[in-house]
């Protein structure tokens, strides 16, 4: 399987027009995930506007991502975190020797 990123825009009647033909190797039927930014919105003529938000979407994205998770564990979990965790994540994970500085 192969994946491409392209950009486009979505019409009043939710057909999807791509910015620029794709470089696929083949033609024929394909899978098509959409994101859609919570910075983009519809200008006056129905064309999408990009947002300075939506130029880091996929950064923004990820970090949500984590804020929700970091959100459903509880305080004391994360106290019983090493506090030189990123140091020595190869002592905790795999058993070689701590770092200690």
Do not use: C
């Not at 990123?5 to 190797?25: H, M, Y």
């Not at 994205?61 to 004391?76: G, K, T």
Request: avoid cysteine; charge should be negative; glycine fraction near 6%.
């Amino acid at each position: 399987m192969q994946a491409f990123e392209a950009t486009g825009t979505i019409d009043a009647q939710g057909q999807l027009s791509l910015d620029q033909p794709l470089q696929a190797a083949h033609s024929g039927k394909v899978r098509v995930i959409v994101l859609v930014s919570e910075g983009e919105r519809a200008s006056s003529n129905g064309d999408q506007t990009e947002s300075s938000e939506s130029q880091d979407f996929s950064a923004q994205s990820f970090l949500n991502m984590i804020d929700e998770i970091r959100a459903q564990v509880p305080d004391e979990e994360w106290k019983k975190l090493p506090t030189d965790l990123s140091k020595n994540i190869d002592h905790y994970l795999y058993g070689s020797p701590k770092v200690e500085e």
